[in-house]
């Protein structure tokens, strides 16, 4: 007889179906988890005067119209392709770049006839551009 503890393969504790469960819950709360974007840095924003201020007298002025015909001075030009813009916002400006440039565009206009005019300003080195605008409410 034997009395003494015999040795079976297989006995004690599988860890493995233990470690699959805890990798899978694991995995479910890094899927469902939402994260929360918070601002690193506070940022007052400055305010602008409710009262637009006048405008020096040598302004290069350039009108959009609704149809996407453009104005600069009040002259129609040809087509509103960026050469064009670029010549008659180089012969306006006379070698100054210190000239602001001023853009009024109607609000149907399509945005690509705005963005010809501020890409042609800035190839010509205009750094100060403003677009006019009307106060809300406002009629126009």
């Keep these: 007889m034997n009395f003494g503890r015999s040795r079976r393969d297989g006995e004690g504790v599988n860890l493995t179906p233990l470690i ?7 995995i479910f709360f890094m899927v469902t988890t939402t994260f929360q974007r918070e ?14 201020e006048q405008a020096p007298p040598d302004v290069l002025e350039v009108t ?12 129609e030009l040809v087509d509103g ?11 306006m400006a006379a ?4 000239r602001p440039l001023v853009i ?15 890409d042609a300003a800035a190839q010509l080195g205009i750094a100060h551009v403003s677009i ?6 406002a009629t126009p």
């Design 95 to 98: 070698g100054r770049k210190d």
């Design 20 to 26: 699959d469960v805890v990798f899978i819950l694991l």
């Design 104 to 118: 009024r565009a109607d609000a149907r206009t399509a945005h690509q006839n705005v963005v010809t005019v501020m």
């Design 64 to 75: 959009i119209g609704a149809e996407g015909k453009v104005y600069v001075g009040g002259r």
């Design 132 to 137: 006019v605008t009307t106060p809300v409410g």
């Design 39 to 52: 601002a690193a840095l506070a940022v007052s924003l400055p305010q602008a005067s409710p009262e637009p």
């Design 81 to 91: 392709r960026l050469a064009t813009v670029k010549r008659a916002l180089q012969e």
